[in-house]
Each structure stands twice: as structure tokens, then as C-alpha cells.
């Protein structure tokens, strides 16, 4: 009787799913679709990085406080790159374009091993050529207005700008889950097409929040390649601050969505105790 209600239970689940990826997934290296998913991850965030430090510069360049786009203009800048980055190459890659949601979707064991650490380095090469291309372009106000570099801002500990990089990536890496959940797409047909928007607004939110602490990283990529091209001291003394503060944020919200909303400890608790073997 338990396995038949147990059967229909399951035939009227109204989504499925999809099984976790390898843990190391060597064979992904054989396949042409994962490089060309590392060509699309790296030419996204060269872009995405190109686009906001050139827009940081030239507000910076701008000599009254209301000439230029003003805080909230870099904000959609990020926000609305974001947007438009993941559209563009979610069904190439997943539109990651940074490494504390690779980390986070690892965790979650939505890719492998192999391709996140692969992502991860196609996302900060990308960067680094990204914030390069601005220097090239307009190299004496970049050198002279801080190359758009992630540190902690005068005024500031440096354990609040760890604890603004945690909750500003938790912000986002859990939006990314839950724009992403399969439930919530076999429900509402419309959330594939508008994944990216949430994911493009919470960047946009979290920007307003952190700018003033510290320029908003959520992004190692992003202040990676910053760092790399300004090469400032204080930069590179807070750079840590800007990888620590989104893995422990990704690692939060993965066992927040994973754990918690999608029940996933319960879930495997109840295999193991309907299996018989056990």
C-alpha cells in the first residue's frame, strides 16, 4: 500500500530534478561544448569587467558630484551588465561570470570539479583582460583615480567589509538558485526567459548597499582583475577580504537553498531509511 501512494506521489510531481554532476568530471575535458563554455565565461567577464570599471572611471573623472551617472548610474551598470551577460550565455555556459557562483553551484553539485576550477580561471584571465582594455584606453585617468579596485573604504574595519562581502554574495548566489530552481520553472513557464533579471537586480541591489564599504566585490573575478592591472598595495593588502567574503557566502547560500528550502538533508535521510538494504 506505502509503495503505491509512494508511486503516485511521485507520478504527480510536476518537475524533475537533474542528477547531480560528476564530482571531478574529467570527461568533461573531451568535450568541445565545455571549451567553448570556458570561451564564453572568459569573453563575459572581460566584457562585464571592461563595461564597469570604464563606467567607475568616468564618474570619477567628473568633477561636480552630479555630473556623470553617480553611484546609483555604477550600480545598474553592474546590475544591468549582469542581465544582460547571463542571457546572453546561459545556454553556453550557465552565465556564471564569476567564481563565488561557480563555487556555490559546485557545492551544489550542479557541475564538476574539472569545470569550476576551469570556469574560475577563464573568469579571471577574462577580468584581467577586461580591466586591462580600460587602461589601455583611457590609462592616465585610471592610473590617476584608482583603476576601480575593490578595498576597504576610510572609516571602515576591515571585519565589516567581510561581513558586507558575505551577506552581499549570499544575496546573489541565493537569487541565482532560486531564478534557476527547476521546481519553480516546470511551475511558471515564464522564469527561464526572466532568470536573468532577478539575478542582474539583486547585483544592482547589492551595489547601492556595499559601494560605500567596499566598491562591491560578490566577484573574486572582479577584484582580481582589478587588482592584477592597478596593482596597489592596499589593494592587494584587501584583496583576501574579496575572495574569503564571497566563497563564504556562496558556501551560505548553497546550504541555505539546498538544505533548508529545498529540504535536501530530509530528502536524503528518507532514501536512506526507505532503503531496504539499510
Known amino acids: ?11 504527480r510531481k510536476d ?3 537533474p542528477p547531480p554532476a560528476p564530482l571531478v568530471g574529467m570527461a568533461d575535458l573531451k568535450l568541445w561544448s565545455f571549451y567553448r563554455a570556458l570561451i564564453a565565461e572568459f569573453i563575459a567577464t572581460l566584457l562585464f569587467l571592461y563595461v564597469t570599471i570604464a563606467t567607475v572611471i568616468g564618474h570619477m573623472k567628473q568633477q561636480d558630484a552630479c555630473d556623470g551617472v553617480g553611484l546609483l548610474g555604477i550600480a545598474w551598470a553592474f546590475g544591468g ?3 544582460i551577460l547571463v542571457y546572453c550565455t ?8 564569476n567564481p563565488a557562483v561557480t563555487f556555490g553551484l559546485f557545492l551544489a553539485r550542479k557541475v564538476s570539479l574539472i569545470r569550476a576550477l576551469s570556469y574560475m580561471v577563464a573568469q579571471c584571465l577574462g577580468a584581467i583582460c577586461g580591466v586591462g582594455l580600460v587602461k589601455a584606453i583611457m590609462k592616465h585617468e585610471y592610473n590617476s583615480l584608482g583603476g576601480g579596485a575593490n578595498s576597504v573604504a576610510f572609516g571602515y574595519k576591515k571585519g565589516t567589509a567581510l561581513g558586507a562581502e558575505i551577506i552581499g554574495t549570499f544575496v546573489l ?3 541565482v538558485f532560486s531564478a534557476t530552481d527547476p521546481k519553480r520553472n516546470a511551475r511558471d513557464s ?10 542582474g537586480f539583486a547585483v544592482f541591489m547589492v551595489h547601492l548597499a556595499t559601494i560605500p564599504i567596499t566598491g562591491t566585490g560578490i566577484n573574486p573575478a ?8 592597478f596593482n596597489n598595495k ?10 574569503v567574503g564571497p566563497f563564504v557566502g556562496a558556501l551560505a547560500a548553497a546550504i541555505y537553498h539546498q538544505f533548508i528550502l529545498r529540504a535536501g538533508a530530509i530528502k536524503a535521510l528518507g532514501s536512506f531509511r526507505s532503503n531496504p538494504t539499510n
Open 1 to 11: 500500500m506505502s509503495k503505491e501512494v509512494r508511486e503516485e506521489g511521485q507520478s
Open 15 to 17: 518537475y524533475v530534478d
Open 81 to 83: 551588465m549582469i542581465f
Open 90 to 97: 546561459a545556454g553556453i555556459s550557465g552565465g556564471h561570470i
Open 173 to 175: 548566489v541565493y537569487t
Open 190 to 199: 515564464h522564469v527561464p526567459v526572466l532568470a536573468p533579471l532577478p539575478i
Open 222 to 229: 572582479r577584484s582580481f582583475g582589478a587588482a592584477v592591472i
Open 234 to 243: 592596499k589593494v592587494w593588502d584587501d584583496q583576501w577580504i574579496f575572495w
